[in-house]
């Protein structure tokens, strides 16, 4: 049985295949959307962007709501592969673009015997705007691919935008958490250190009690955590997996987003949820087939040579989204350096 937003997050894939079979062109994207009976929305919201609205027309705005739904569907998919949304729902929601005093210390209650005084207790605040930033994935596909099995065209747009758009989000979240972060060095390589690390990781970050703690790995530290031993043999963290799981109870998260390790190793990076405010806004879809493209992961300025996806029989396709997060609390996230499990 599909979920609101998992019925939501699939007509968004299902949009995205209907606007690259049409090359971007809206009124083609439409003629496609109706070889997809089961996903009518899709084919509501692609109309709407050649309808025009009236003022006499009580349900002109219907197919916007229709579109918020798909994109949100889209959003809600990403807390399985970004940890800033797997993290959001326990940060302080502040919508993007908003001056707010936010608590980075809240007030703490006391008892009082009758007839003494009673303590005054403060507050520490921090005025912030959360500025946007936009967080994006661009894929260039073939004609004849989006044009063979709906069902394997849709899932692989669903995957590569999803993969795209969260990589893209947690690099820039995990930048602006570990910015400034506190830092310990790691006390080795056996599981006793490991447990050590994580202790002293522990002892830094202020767990709220409505927040979340993530443990962020790159996947080759969760591969070696997951086959770690004991002196006896047995495994050390056998709640761990190659793609993450739960160690010394926290939840641990493998992500790319971290950057390689150095010549010194790699880190541990624990993170509270509610030591961030953020906010995320609706993904956007946009696709052609008239551009000209620099076909590579690192892009270099200047002259270049470009792919023609007209001349190729291709299209490309960016997902976008809005999104923007603060550290408020300097407690919210700690480093372990060094690592070399």
């Known amino acids: 049985m599909q979920t609101h937003g998992s019925s939501g997050a699939v007509d968004f894939a299902v949009y995205a295949l209907c606007l690259a079979r049409g090359g971007g062109d809206l009124l083609q994207a439409v003629e496609h959307a109706k070889a997809f009976p089961d996903h009518r929305r899709v084919e509501l919201v692609l109309r709407s962007a050649v309808n025009a609205g009236t003022t006499t027309d009580?349900?002109?705005?219907?197919?916007?709501?229709?579109?918020?739904?798909?994109?949100?569907?889209?959003?809600?998919?990403?807390?399985?592969?970004?940890?800033?949304?797997?993290?959001?729902?326990?940060?302080?929601?502040?919508?993007?673009?908003?001056?707010?005093?936010?608590a980075t210390t809240g007030a703490t209650g006391t008892v009082s015997a009758e007839g003494a005084q009673r303590p005054v207790t403060s507050m520490a605040l921090a005025n912030s705007i959360i500025s946007p930033r936009v967080a994006q994935a661009i894929i260039a596909v073939t004609s004849e691919l989006m044009r063979g099995s709906p069902a394997a065209a849709t899932a692989l747009l669903s995957r590569e935008l999803r993969a795209g758009v969260a990589a893209a989000t947690d690099e820039s979240f995990l930048a602006i958490a570990m910015d400034g972060a506190p830092t310990i060095s790691s006390?080795?390589?056996?599981?006793?250190?490991?447990?050590?690390?994580?202790?002293?990781?522990?002892?830094?970050?202020?767990?709220?009690?409505?927040?979340?703690?993530?443990l962020a790995m790159r996947p080759e530290v969760a591969s070696a955590l997951a086959t770690?031993?004991?002196?006896?043999?047995?495994?050390a963290f056998p709640s761990m997996t190659p793609r993450g799981g739960t160690i010394c109870g926290v939840d641990a998260v493998a992500t790319t987003a971290l950057p390689l390790p150095d010549t010194s190793g790699g880190k541990l990076v624990l993170l509270d949820a509610s030591g961030f405010a953020g906010d995320s806004e609706l993904a956007t879809l946009r696709a052609s087939g008239n551009v000209a493209l620099q076909l590579d992961d690192n892009p270099s300025a200047g002259a270049q040579?470009?792919?023609?996806?007209?001349?190729?029989s291709s299209v490309a396709i960016l997902a976008e989204?809005?999104?923007?997060?603060?550290?408020?609390?300097?407690t919210a996230v700690a480093v372990a350096t060094d690592v070399a499990y």
């Open 58 to 102: 009580a349900a002109w705005a219907e197919p916007l709501l229709d579109y918020r739904t798909m994109a949100a569907g889209f959003i809600a998919s990403l807390r399985s592969a970004s940890i800033f949304d797997r993290m959001l729902e326990q940060m302080v929601r502040i919508p993007l673009r908003t001056r707010a005093a936010i």
């Open 187 to 214: 006390a080795g390589a056996s599981a006793v250190n490991v447990a050590a690390d994580i202790g002293q990781l522990l002892a830094i970050v202020s767990t709220e009690a409505q927040g979340s703690l993530i």
């Open 228 to 235: 770690k031993t004991t002196e006896a043999g047995a495994l």
């Open 305 to 312: 040579n470009l792919v023609s996806m007209f001349q190729t």
């Open 321 to 330: 989204r809005w999104f923007g997060v603060e550290r408020i609390r300097s």
